[in-house]
């Protein structure tokens, strides 16, 4: 940590865009409190300000080659953390009327032909999504949100971190995402009918 607090922001970027795993390691310890702090003080849920520590700083990695590195590193972690935030707060607040739509009996609708064609539309799209995902995130997604398998009962059958089940859940989770997402019109369907998110 001493060597980390001689380097520069422009020389932490520099080798984050190297895939210097050592640095990273010693950005996660210098400032996972910062940005965990940061997220706290918005959702007032310690489960989500850890979802979103993580998040930031996976997004710092995966980002650190098209990052400027004159970039102020701590005030550009505490942007990332306030907007994974309110992406968060609205997902929860979309995820909240959902749940409440899903109390209804949608049987009837999926008697209506246009619907029901609509709503095999948005599996297909959904299915398409999880093919395009590389082996083992998709085999990772396939047992977390469609059998339902816990991060730790995947990591023990799959013989992996913890860890790397959850970024690969993230990772996956955000790819078809935004897959489904560009095909607008069934977007908000599989949104209703719960078929992204458990």
């Known amino acids: 940590m001493e060597l980390f607090n001689k380097l520069s922001d422009s020389e932490i970027l520099s080798h984050l865009k190297l895939g210097n795993h050592d640095v990273f390691h010693m950005v996660y310890e210098f400032y996972h409190k910062k940005v965990y702090a940061v997220a706290l003080k918005i959702l007032k849920q310690p489960l989500d300000a850890e979802e979103v520590m993580q998040e930031v700083l996976l997004k710092l990695w995966l980002s650190a080659p098209k990052l400027r590195e004159e970039s102020n590193l701590e005030a550009y972690l505490k942007t990332l953390a306030k907007n994974a935030c309110y992406n968060l707060l609205r997902r929860q607040l979309l995820e909240a009327k959902v749940s409440a739509l899903n109390k209804f009996d949608f049987n ?37 949100h469609q059998q339902g398998l816990k991060y730790d009962e995947v990591a023990s059958q799959l013989n992996i971190s913890h860890n790397t089940v959850q970024t690969y859940m993230k990772l996956a989770l ?6 489904v997402r560009s095909h607008t019109h069934l977007y908000v369907l599989i949104i209703l009918f719960g078929l992204l998110e458990k």
């Open 108 to 144: 009837e609708s999926h008697n209506n032909t246009e619907e029901h064609i609509l709503l095999m539309d948005a599996r297909r799209v959904l299915q398409d999504a999880i093919n395009q995902l590389p082996p083992q995130q998709k085999k990772i997604y396939e047992l977390c």
């Open 174 to 179: 955000r790819t078809v995402r935004n897959y």
